[in-house]
């Protein structure tokens, strides 16, 4: 089973529908033992940074999802979700996130539409089983932040919207998309199809 975890902030019923539609076991959750029974764990969310972070505190999700994540438990992040997963995000002031994976959220800065919002195409730029055997495509964006990783090792794939932009990260079983892969075509679907097969397996992803 896997867990889509509720904070108040999250696509939980596209992404939810999405699992049901490819045939996997979830269930939409707040408690933190369902987290822990769960076979993997995804992060959704659609707001502010700061927000996120203190409603996942006020449920007493932020323990339970690194632990969680520390031994091993397969965990994708979803737009947000993806943001949350590293250390500290700019957005409206200064604000410590899950810190899973070293890095900033910064906002975009140019003279060019704020939000990056609609389709565009991923390149992949490390091998890695997630990826492999995928060709390249497009995938559906809406954010005005966008991650700085410490570790290059850790970007699995990008996009280009006035300069490269992480678009996909991944260190041993912990993922992120910055993208909506539910409501991102085949591509899309197929990273969330793998993704939840991870989670039934015996062998991760490494």
Same mark, same amino acid.
């Given at each position: 089973m896997? @867990?889509?975890?509720d ?8 992404v939810?529908r999405? &699992? ?11 408690? %933190?033992? !369902? ?8 992060? +959704? ?9 203190? =409603?996942?505190t =006020?449920r ?5 999802? $690194?632990? =969680?994540?520390? $031994?091993g $438990? +397969?965990l994708l992040?979803?737009? &947000? ?5 590293? !250390?500290?995000? =700019?957005?409206?002031?200064?604000? *410590?996130?899950?810190?899973l994976l ?8 140019g003279?060019?539409?704020? #939000? /990056?919002m609609?389709?565009?195409?991923? @390149?992949?730029?490390?091998?890695? +089983? ?9 995938v ?5 932040? /966008?991650v &700085? %990783?410490d ?6 794939a ?5 300069? +490269? ?9 912990i993922?992120?998309? *910055?993208f909506h #892969?539910? $409501?991102?075509? !085949?591509l ?14 015996e062998?991760?992803?490494?």
């Amino acid at each position: 089973m896997i @867990a889509v975890i509720d904070y108040g902030m999250g696509n939980l019923h596209s992404v939810s529908r999405a &699992l049901e539609r490819m045939g996997f076991s979830y269930a939409i959750t707040s408690d %933190p033992e !369902t987290v822990e029974r769960a076979s993997g764990l995804i992060l +959704p969310g659609v707001g502010a940074f700061g927000d996120a972070m203190r =409603e996942l505190t =006020e449920r007493n999700l932020v323990g339970v999802i $690194k632990r =969680e994540a520390f $031994k091993g $438990k +397969p965990l994708l992040g979803i737009c &947000l979700g993806m943001q949350l997963l590293f !250390t500290v995000s =700019e957005e409206h002031g200064h604000h *410590q996130g899950l810190n899973l994976l070293p890095g900033r959220v910064v906002r975009f800065e140019g003279d060019f539409n704020i #939000p /990056h919002m609609g389709w565009n195409s991923l @390149a992949f730029i490390q091998f890695h +089983p997630l990826l492999y055997g995928l060709d390249e495509g497009y995938v559906y964006f809406v954010h005005s932040y /966008h991650v &700085l %990783p410490d570790n290059r090792e850790d970007i699995l794939a990008v996009t280009d919207y006035h300069g +490269p932009v992480t678009a996909v990260v991944g260190r041993n079983r912990i993922f992120g998309m *910055q993208f909506h #892969p539910e $409501k991102s075509g !085949t591509l899309g679907r197929e990273l969330l199809r793998r993704f939840a097969s991870l989670c039934e397996s015996e062998v991760g992803v490494s």
